[in-house]
């Protein structure tokens, strides 16, 4: 599960081109009927512990984290991604 959700957290990061945690204050902010259609969408979750890689001004991918707290995903996440863009 842990693995399937990381996967899932670095995809949203990606696409949505935020921080999963980011994109979660955005979905539970939404009205209830946006809110079903965009946690319906695949691949799209609505937890912390996603980033974008971010590569001088373009998104070049995604980090996701997985099976500790949220808080500590999106730690490692952010570690992650910073690292990744900076070789």
């Known amino acids: 599960i842990c693995r399937q959700i990381s996967q899932d957290k670095a995809?949203?990061?990606f696409a949505s081109r935020m921080k999963t945690s980011v994109w979660k204050g955005y979905?539970?902010?939404?009205?209830?009927?946006e809110r079903h259609l965009m946690?319906?969408?695949?691949?799209?979750i609505a937890a912390a512990g996603g980033a974008p890689i971010i590569?001088?001004?373009?998104?070049?991918?995604g980090i996701g984290?997985?099976?500790?707290?949220?808080?500590?995903?999106?730690?490692?996440?952010?570690?992650?991604?910073?690292l990744?863009?900076?070789?």
């Open 11 to 13: 995809y949203t990061a």
């Open 27 to 33: 979905v539970l902010g939404s009205p209830e009927e």
């Open 65 to 82: 984290v997985s099976g500790a707290s949220q808080d500590y995903d999106e730690y490692l996440a952010d570690l992650g991604a910073a």
């Open 39 to 44: 946690l319906s969408r695949p691949r799209f």
């Open 55 to 61: 590569v001088d001004g373009i998104v070049a991918g």
């Open 84 to 87: 990744v863009a900076e070789m």
